[in-house]
């Protein structure tokens, strides 16, 4: 599965090498149909799984644990990397706090930092969620299902979920779109903090 998740991203590289721009804009225009198609045949799983509903009943702060890990973890590796890189403290901070959302990150940080920092943010996001779908397997073989799914951070609600379904339980995958969907929440709220002057 990862490694036919990665033979797509190649091959959308090369079609978005080959194709008109105009083209490469309407297929992406897509890719929210797309999404929505994914967490529609999502949640027709989950909803026909009685067990998951009484599960998530009795659920508890593992709900939080996963989300504020992640975005605890994102940060302190961001303040980490300010000490290797030439990026200032906030600068670095934002990078890291895109958490996966490498297309948000990437445009807030250009418009409030520059285009190397926007860049970076773009760059290492998208690194993110691309070693996510290699990682995310082994995590779950040798660590456990949630440590996989912080790995995903924010994209545990939409890119990496296939991965995700395949590796785990229905009730993880509901595990994974709530990260995702807090994550996500947080995403904006943290860059804008980050951004104030």
């Known amino acids: 599965m990862t490694f ?10 090369l079609c978005g090498q080959f194709f008109s721009p105009e083209l490469s804009a309407r297929i992406s225009g897509c890719s929210d149909w797309v999404l929505m198609l994914l967490m529609l045949s999502v949640g027709i799983s989950v909803g026909g ?7 998530l009943r009795r659920m508890d702060l593992r709900v939080w644990m996963a989300p504020c890990g992640v975005i605890a ?5 961001g303040a980490v990397c300010s000490l290797l890189t030439g990026f200032n403290l906030r600068e670095s901070l934002g ?4 958490m996966g959302w490498y297309s948000l990150s990437g445009v807030m940080l250009t418009e409030f930092y520059g285009a190397e920092v ?3 943010a773009f760059f290492s996001n ?7 779908f290699l990682t995310i397997p082994l995590a779950i073989r040798f660590l456990n299902p949630y440590a996989a799914i912080s790995l ?3 994209t545990s609600e939409d890119t990496t979920l296939p991965v995700l379904i395949r590796h785990t339980s229905a009730e993880m995958v509901v595990y994974s779109v709530l990260n995702g969907v807090l994550t996500s929440a947080a995403v904006p709220v943290l860059l804008r903090i980050l951004t104030k002057n």
Do not use: P, Q, Y
């Open 73 to 77: 973890g994102s940060l302190a590796g």
């Open 152 to 154: 995903a951070g924010a």
């Open 95 to 98: 990078i890291s706090a895109g």
């Open 49 to 55: 799984n009685r067990e998951v509903f009484r599960r």
């Open 126 to 132: 998208l690194l993110r969620e691309i070693l996510s």
């Open 4 to 13: 036919l998740i990665l033979a797509a991203l190649a091959a959308g590289i």
């Open 118 to 120: 926007g860049a970076a």
